[in-house]
Antibody, heavy 120, light 108 residues
Framework: QVQLQESGPGLVKPSETLSLTCTVS????????WTWIRQPPGKGLEWIGN???????NSIPSLKSRVTMSIDTSKNQFSLRLTSVTAADTAVYYC??????????????WGQGTLVTVSS | EIVLTQSPGTLSLSPGERATLSCRAS???????LAWYQQKPGQAPRLLIY???NRATGIPDRFSGSESGTDFTLTISRLEPEDFAVYYC?????????FGQGTKVEMK
């Protein structure tokens, strides 16, 4: 079955750029909305944004100016860049496969998550 | 932006009891576009319900979902020990996907 795995630095300095990659195995990255979600320690889930396999992206308005997402279908990977990070960006970052049609939306499966701490 | 408000924040119940979790939307949400997730400590969330009332693959039938206007409900008919977790509702609308703040179901 499809599995997702996040990778990237666990520690980022304030004002620098957070970069994460999600590798998709067991299935093709073609089709679906490849999604990033984060969860600050002890808090709830926040949808960051997604990238459709064909290229279009969408992100939460509060992060839009700092977020870039890309997809590499040849490597079955998609990536997140978040610029000018602060301590408020400290969170577990999850990648997930998103499905949207006229009938349903869902996020499944999810990666295991990776903790990114913003600190000097 | 549609805001989802989940209640209660915490539900203290015993195994075998019925759990009723609420998710209220700030404006109309298509029943097709409401999902529920379960998250256990240290784990990623897991899809439980999509399209308001459809169970995801492998989800036991003690989990059910329903709606009434802008109110959505997740019901666990008889709590099993493995059901104690945090539950999130999620909706899609206007190109945005948003989550509720979560309801923790804890063992009394």
């Amino acid at each position: 079955q499809v599995q997702l795995q996040e990778s990237g630095p666990g520690l980022v300095k304030p004002s620098e750029t957070l970069s994460l990659t999600c590798t998709v195995s067991g299935g093709s990255i073609s089709s679906y909305y490849w999604t990033w979600i984060r969860q600050p320690p002890g808090k709830g889930l926040e949808w960051i944004g997604n990238i459709h396999y064909s290229g279009p992206t969408n992100s939460i308005p509060s992060l839009k100016s700092r977020v870039t997402m890309s997809i590499d279908t040849s490597k079955n990977q998609f990536s997140l860049r978040l610029t000018s990070v602060t301590a408020a960006d400290t969170a577990v970052y999850y990648c997930a496969r998103g499905y949207r049609s006229s009938w349903y939306v869902w996020l499944d499966p999810w990666g295991q998550g990776t903790l990114v701490t913003v600190s000097s | 932006e549609i805001v989802l408000t989940q209640s209660p924040g915490t539900l203290s119940l015993s195994p075998g009891e019925r759990a009723t979790l609420s998710c209220r939307a700030s404006q109309s949400v298509s029943i097709n576009y409401l999902a529920w997730y379960q998250q256990k400590p240290g784990q990623a969330p897991r899809l439980l319900i999509y399209g308001t009332s459809n169970r995801a693959t492998g989800i036991p039938d003690r989990f059910s979902g329903s709606e009434s206007g802008t109110d959505f409900t997740l019901t666990i008919s008889r709590l099993e020990p493995e059901d104690f977790a945090v539950y999130y509702c999620q909706q899609y609308g206007s190109s945005l996907w948003t989550f509720g703040q979560g309801t923790k179901v804890e063992m009394k």
